[in-house]
Every structure is written in structure tokens, then in C-alpha cells.
């Protein structure tokens, strides 16, 4: 596996950490980045570090329920957004299919509060979270992306921090909408 941001890469690759000292990925690692970096600007959600536990409880809040996790831990926050960031331990739900849903251990994830559930009575509870389902796996202090067609680099999370989720970082062009479509943009409007 290719490993970016070591003591050799790291040197020629940090400098004034923006963009333009970004190091070369493969253009499959370089959309799942910026997809990454897109829910950040675009979505207000904020990139962190989190050790997923290895047991699923039922997360029952006010008339939300669903599984997931109780006791999630923020490890290090990346790319934080004003009121999206997550306390030290948290409730996240798990995800939407089985395919989307994280295993145990360590990943990079975009999360967003996704549920302050007002119990009947009204108190609001614990506030339970959710994630984005573009996440990483994360391995020692790299996060590793794979593609599709099987290519994998590990990336030094301090560097995807100071490139790929800096301010000026690309995200992924506005979505296109069909003729007759709406959008949440206005025209002419910037959507980061």
C-alpha cells in the first residue's frame, strides 16, 4: 500500500499547508477526499476521528429509535463546524443499510447532529448523532482509503488535515439538477 505523508513525504508536503502543497494521489483517492471535504463546506458537517465500540445497543430518544452506538469517542477533530462538534463520548446511530454501517475500531467520518429528541413531557434527551457514509478506516495515525478498483493509500492524518480538509481544499462541484429540478442554491450563488 502506498503510504503519503512519512518523514521523507511529509517535509516536501507540509510547508504552508494549503492546497498547494497537496501531495499526488491517485485521482479515485483524490474524489473520496474531496467528497469527504464536501460535507464539511458544503454540508456543515465535521470531520473527526472516532473509535467506534464493538457492540450495537438500541438508542431509544423521545419517538426516535434505531440501533447504534452508545459511548462512541472523539479522538481528534480534524475539521471542526460551529455546534457539529461532538463531545468527548457520544451516541451515533448506526447506518442506513448493512453495507454503510462501520465497524469496530477507528475511522474517519464526517459527522452531524442528527436528533436532540424531545421526550414526551417536554425535556429534550441525550443528543444522538449521525454520520456521513463517506468514511475511512484509520490506522495508526493515517487514514486509508481504498477505491473501487482496489487501489489503497494511507495518508498521514495531520497532512489530510492541512490539504485535503483545509479551508481552500476542492470540494465536488454542485450537484446537477434536471430541467424543472430545484436546487438549495440560489443561481450565481456559490454552494460552498
Given at each position: 500500500m502506498p503510504f503519503f505523508g512519512g518523514s521523507t513525504t511529509m517535509?516536501?508536503?507540509?510547508?504552508?499547508?494549503?492546497?498547494?502543497?497537496?501531495?499526488?494521489?491517485?485521482?479515485?483517492v483524490q474524489a473520496q477526499l474531496r467528497t469527504l471535504n464536501t460535507n464539511v463546506k458544503r454540508y456543515g458537517q465535521?470531520?473527526?476521528?472516532?473509535?467506534?465500540?464493538?457492540?450495537?445497543?438500541?438508542?431509544?430518544?423521545?419517538?426516535?429509535?434505531?440501533?447504534?452506538?452508545?459511548?462512541?469517542r472523539t479522538v481528534q477533530v480534524l475539521r471542526p463546524n460551529p455546534g457539529m462538534i461532538p463531545p468527548t463520548t457520544f451516541k451515533l446511530w448506526d447506518g442506513v443499510t448493512p453495507?454503510?454501517?462501520?465497524?469496530?475500531g477507528r475511522h474517519l467520518v464526517t459527522v452531524f447532529l442528527d436528533a436532540s429528541p424531545k421526550v414526551p413531557g417536554g425535556t429534550y434527551g441525550e443528543p444522538v448523532w449521525g454520520f456521513n457514509v463517506?468514511?475511512?478506516p484509520v490506522s495508526g495515525d493515517s487514514v486509508v482509503?481504498?477505491?473501487?478498483?482496489?487501489?489503497?493509500?494511507?495518508?498521514?492524518?495531520?497532512?489530510?488535515?492541512?490539504?485535503w480538509l483545509a479551508p481552500d481544499a476542492p470540494i465536488d462541484p454542485?450537484?446537477?439538477?434536471?430541467?424543472?429540478?430545484?436546487?438549495?442554491?440560489?443561481?450565481?450563488?456559490?454552494p460552498a
Open positions: 517535509a516536501a508536503a507540509s510547508g504552508s499547508g494549503s492546497t498547494g502543497s497537496m501531495p499526488e494521489l491517485p485521482s479515485c465535521s470531520a473527526v476521528v472516532v473509535d467506534i465500540p464493538a457492540t450495537k445497543v438500541p438508542l431509544v430518544d423521545g419517538i426516535s429509535a434505531g440501533t447504534g452506538w452508545d459511548g462512541v453495507d454503510t454501517d462501520l465497524a469496530p463517506t468514511n475511512f482509503v481504498t477505491c473501487a478498483n482496489g487501489t489503497q493509500v494511507a495518508l498521514k492524518l495531520d497532512l489530510a488535515a492541512t490539504t454542485p450537484p446537477t439538477v434536471p430541467a424543472g429540478g430545484s436546487t438549495p442554491w440560489s443561481p450565481g450563488a456559490s
